[in-house]
T-cell receptor, first 118, second 109 residues
């Protein structure tokens, strides 16, 4: 149990285009999903926290208009990198957790999406 | 959220127990200690967590000192596939995980 998937696993795009990354909880309902970014040889950095049906809460320094997050259902959250630039190239990872009384109350992570912006 | 301190790297021989230390001297009473690991270019994998008592599961054991200022993750019989970066995290009530630099564990044949 507690499987989280991400799609695509890697994407290459041209500068100025937008890229959508999907995060799905496959066998549980994710009340909360988290989006992280990881640069090479660095640790994970939390970008935003998203609760189903409400607006995402962004960490300081993360532009909400550039990184659009939609958590429209209990099993799906999407991160859209708008007008991507080479400095947005990174490893994007999502995690999901069940509600506090549920069996999957820890954060379970997706496999990550490698974004390369040319 | 309390900060954690871990050694940047450790080696361990295959088949031996790997003991990974973590200091969290500013931990408060309601904060949990979590351990995750990340194998290169993959998402982090949950290992174990605890509050006060020692914990054991199929992957590892977690030993927390009585004053809760430090803990040790034990992989009882390390294999080559356990080579990864191991993160010790103190988590508060908001469920956010604040990631430090972790310990790069290298298992040697």
């Amino acid at each position: 149990g507690a499987v989280v998937s991400q799609h695509p696993s890697r994407v290459i795009c041209k500068s100025g285009t937008s890229v959508k990354i999907e995060c799905r909880s496959l066998d549980f309902q994710a009340t909360t999903m988290f989006w992280y970014r990881q640069f090479p040889k660095q640790s994970l950095m939390l970008m935003a926290t998203s609760n189903e049906g409400s607006k995402a809460t962004y960490e300081q320094g993360v532009e909400k208009d550039k990184f659009l997050i939609n958590h429209a259902s209990l099993t799906l959250s999407t991160l859209t990198v708008t007008s991507a630039h080479p400095e947005d190239s990174s490893f994007y990872i999502c995690s999901a957790r069940d509600n506090p009384g549920g069996p999957y109350n820890e954060q379970f992570f997706g496999p990550g999406t490698r974004l390369t912006v040319l | 959220d309390a900060k954690t301190t871990q050694p940047p790297s450790m080696d361990c021989a295959e088949g031996r127990a790997a003991n990974l230390p973590c200091n969290h001297s500013t931990i408060s009473g309601n904060e949990y200690v979590y351990w995750y690991r990340q194998i290169h270019s993959q998402g982090p994998q949950y290992i174990i967590h605890g509050l006060k008592n020692n914990e054991t599961n199929e992957m590892a054991s977690l030993i927390i000192t009585e004053d809760r200022k430090s803990s040790t993750l034990i992989l009882p019989h390390a294999t080559l596939r356990d080579t990864a970066v191991y993160y010790c995290i103190v988590r508060g009530g908001n469920y956010q995980l604040i990631w430090g630099a972790g310990t790069k564990l290298i298992i040697k044949p």
